[in-house]
């Protein structure tokens, strides 16, 4: 494709960064709208598997990436009295830990420090009009500025509002049926390099894991209504709070440590475990990219791979095509099977059997958790580790791109 006009990419996170890259190694002039004030840190414990690996590998931020691994070796599950119930080393069948344990915050760093001289990134705006040309798209900033670009790329999260400007009929929330909430507390003495998870009576999930030199992160998920169709993917932080305290209370040590934490937490994160799902990826010259096209949520451990593919592959297609609608068509062709599989691994279901309710359902739960633990156990369940962790490697096969720049 041309690359006389600028591609603008709405979302400084993990997609937007990722796809920037790409985008000035085939040499297109890059614009980045962030919304955020200035680069957002933050964010939890995610791991880059399979594919994802790859894309990383592909530009060599492999050492870096190793560099800020949060060193996490393994889970232990608890009871409510904190006593340990399970031990799952890393690479243990059923465990959490992967080999790429990564803040979320330290991974969006590193993207955004390997283009942020590159390109041309503007913070504290966002997109609130499109105009779309024969030739380009017209743009109206927040800012009240206008310009033109060659095509838009949403990669502004689950809550994208671009997408909402051509996409909004095309595209649902999937509500799982559980809310979750994400944030720090601080470090403290008996906090070390294993993953900490409790599962509770009223179906409350907690896992408190390394975040650093200062931090431990959290991540509690329960079982809730769906949010009412006005209300926000992230509700008010009054109102989270309140909500996320009702389902700590009375849920054990760790919970009452979180909830002693709870009114000093700064970055806060909060809202519905929602999948979204868009039957298009494009409109025009817009189209959409990472959490905005097909957030599977944090609960599958696959959201930062998918968005480090998808941007991999949609800047390879807008290279390789003559038009931006065939390298958008080709985008999604290439994706879409990829996205679908990976989100249906998460069904409504499966989200309501892990976070059992009743006593009966815990004594299930921590029976399977008892027997994970066991070494014997794992030693039976080896081969299907080996089996699995080739089946992730497997997972999609990257096309291969010529740089033509
Ligand atoms: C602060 C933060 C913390 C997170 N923590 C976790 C976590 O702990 N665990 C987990 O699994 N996932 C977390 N996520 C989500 C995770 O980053 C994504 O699932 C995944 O990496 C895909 O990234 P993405 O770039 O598509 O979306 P995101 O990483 O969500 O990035 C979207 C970016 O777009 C920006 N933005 C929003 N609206 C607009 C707009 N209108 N115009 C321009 N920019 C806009 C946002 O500020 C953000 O920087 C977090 C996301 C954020 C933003």
Redesign the pocket.
């Given at each position: 494709m041309k690359r006389t006009k600028s591609i603008l990419i709405?979302?400084?996170?993990?997609?937007?960064p990722?796809c920037a890259w790409w985008l000035k190694r085939y040499g297109f002039k890059v614009v980045v709208?962030?919304?955020?004030a200035s680069f957002?840190?933050?964010?939890?414990?995610?791991d880059v598997k399979g594919a994802g690996q790859q894309v990383i590998a592909m530009m060599n931020l492999t050492m870096q990436i190793d560099a800020m691994n949060t060193g996490e070796c393994g889970q232990k599950w608890l009871d409510a009295a904190g006593r340990v119930l399970a031990t799952l080393p890393k690479g243990s069948v059923g465990g959490l830990t992967s080999d790429f344990e990564i803040l979320?915050?330290n991974?969006?760093r590193i993207l955004f420090d390997a283009t942020r001289d590159a390109c041309d990134y503007r913070f504290g705006?966002?997109?609130v009009a499109l105009d779309e040309s024969a030739e380009g798209v017209w743009v109206t900033f927040a800012t009240g500025a206008v310009e033109e670009f060659a095509m838009v790329i949403c990669?502004?999260?689950?809550?994208?509002?671009?997408r909402a400007l051509a996409l909004a009929k095309q595209t649902r929330l999937r509500y799982l049926g559980a809310y979750m909430a994400?944030f720090t507390i601080p470090r403290r003495a008996g906090d070390d390099s294993w993953a900490y998870s409790v599962n509770g009576i009223g179906g409350t999930m907690i896992h408190l894991r390394p975040g650093g030199l200062a931090n431990t992160?959290v991540?509690v998920t329960f079982p809730a209504a769906p949010p009412a169709p006005h209300e926000k993917q992230v509700n008010s932080v009054h109102d989270a709070r309140h909500m996320l305290r009702a389902a700590l209370s009375g849920r054990g040590t760790v919970a009452e440590r979180i909830v002693g934490e709870l009114d000093a937490v700064r970055?806060f994160?909060f809202g519905p475990m929602s999948q979204v799902q868009a039957s298009h990826w494009s409109s025009g010259r817009l189209v959409l990219?990472?959490?905005?096209a097909h957030?599977p949520t944090?609960f599958t451990?696959k959201?930062?791979a998918?968005?480090l593919v998808g941007a991999y592959v949609l800047a390879g297609e807008i290279m390789r095509c003559a038009s931006h609608t065939e390298a958008f068509d080709a985008y999604e062709t290439i994706l879409r099977p990829y996205v679908e599989k990976t989100q249906q691994e998460l069904t409504p279901r499966l989200v309501r059997m892990l976070h059992v309710k009743t006593r009966s359902g815990i004594a299930i739960a921590r029976f399977v958790q008892r027997l994970l633990g066991s070494r014997f156990i794992q030693y039976l369940l080896a081969p299907r580790a080996v089996a699995h962790a080739r089946s992730v490697e497997a997972d999609f096969a990257l096309p291969r791109y010529q740089t033509d720049a």
């Open positions: 709405c979302g400084a996170g993990v997609a937007g990722a709208a962030e919304k955020a957002r840190e933050g964010g939890q414990n995610v979320r915050g991974l969006a705006t966002s997109v990669a502004d999260g689950v809550g994208s509002s671009t994400f992160t991540l970055d994160y990219l990472g959490d905005a957030c944090p451990g959201g930062t998918l968005a």
